[in-house]
């Protein structure tokens, strides 16, 4: 396994812009650390693509950007980049951290069943964020979308940190709770919406596989 | 019995609709879009008719709603909020 990061930036609805826009920090903390980078962006989002280079590059730390469900990620609009029973086993004794919804209930099980090494952090429930629809053309400036967005950043990042998974999940996870503390610190009418929201996100993120897993291990 | 039960199970469904489309007209201001997985982003105007329509982004939102309630009432929500301190 090679120290690196493969991540997809799909980019076609607002969901898929707000979650590849985001990315920017997660990008910008490979490059902090000279971590070797291969961004699949937009039309390059297909599962070939993605095959070739997790397969070529045999990077360690996969980030995957997309929608998602209990079987399948997506890539670049609905074209499957991972399937359960297809070719779930391009994530195995691999760190895969999946901005997606749902596939922690089954195609993570399913990826890590004969994995020792790696582990696939997601969500078995749907991830929800609130936006803000006046900041559409501007995602970075939304401060709302912020709110639930930066937690699952900081899962990739602090693997990058040289964090173990267990490690990158907690953290992950305690972001979430500090920003349901900050949301409801502001008493406003939203306040008790978005820690809702925050919330969900908190139960439904998942840890499979192996806890100690590190990049810097594998 | 059976009929009766069926109709209490409905009368507790709308109940729980109301008291969802209570919370999203309270807390969710009309500039903002939730984004629910790979179902997409919604105004709370068409959140509120997804749950009337009782399809699946409707359940979907009422099931998150009752899992936060029940946390609360349960003390797991505050619990875990305790668990963090701020920086």
């Avoid at chain 1, 812009?17 to 039309?43: N, T, V």
């Avoid at chain 1, 950007?65 to 004794?93: C, F, P, Y």
């Avoid at chain 2, 609360?72 to 668990?83: T, V």
Wanted: aromatic residues 6%.
């Amino acid at each position: 396994m090679n120290k690196g990061l493969i991540i997809t930036l799909p980019r076609y609805d607002e969901v898929t812009e707000y979650i590849s826009q985001f990315s920017k920090e997660i990008l910008k903390e490979a490059h902090l650390r000279g971590i070797p980078l291969k961004e699949l962006r937009d039309k390059g989002c297909t599962r070939k693509e993605f095959e070739k280079v997790a397969k070529g590059l045999n990077y360690g730390l996969i980030v995957l950007n997309g929608h998602g469900s209990n079987t399948a990620i997506e890539g670049h609009k609905d074209q499957i980049l991972v399937e359960s029973g297809v070719n779930e086993e391009i994530l195995r004794d691999k760190i895969t951290y999946a901005r997606s919804c749902d596939a922690g209930a089954q195609l993570g099980h399913d990826a890590m069943k004969l994995n020792i090494e790696g582990c696939f952090i997601g969500y078995e429930l749907p991830f929800v964020f609130y936006h803000d629809a006046e900041r559409e053309t501007n995602p970075l400036k939304d401060n709302t979308a912020k709110l639930f967005l930066e937690p699952s950043n900081a899962i990739p990042i602090s693997i990058m940190k040289g964090n173990v998974a267990e490690q990158a999940h907690e953290n992950g996870r305690k972001l979430l709770l500090k920003n349901m503390r900050k949301a409801l610190r502001q008493k406003t009418s939203d306040s008790l919406g978005f820690a809702e929201g925050l919330w969900n996100n908190y139960i439904g993120q998942v840890l499979l596989g192996n806890p100690n897993a590190s990049l810097y291990n594998l | 019995m059976k009929e009766i039960s069926t109709r209490h199970k409905e009368e507790i469904n709308d109940l729980l609709k109301e008291l969802v489309i209570t919370r999203i007209e309270a807390q969710m201001p009309s500039t903002l879009r939730i984004s629910i997985g790979s179902h997409g982003s919604f105004t709370k105007e068409q959140l509120i008719d997804h749950i009337k329509e009782g399809d699946e982004i409707g359940r979907q939102v009422v099931k998150m709603h009752i899992s936060f309630i029940k946390a609360q009432a349960s003390g797991a929500f505050i619990e875990a909020l305790n668990s963090v301190d701020d920086e």
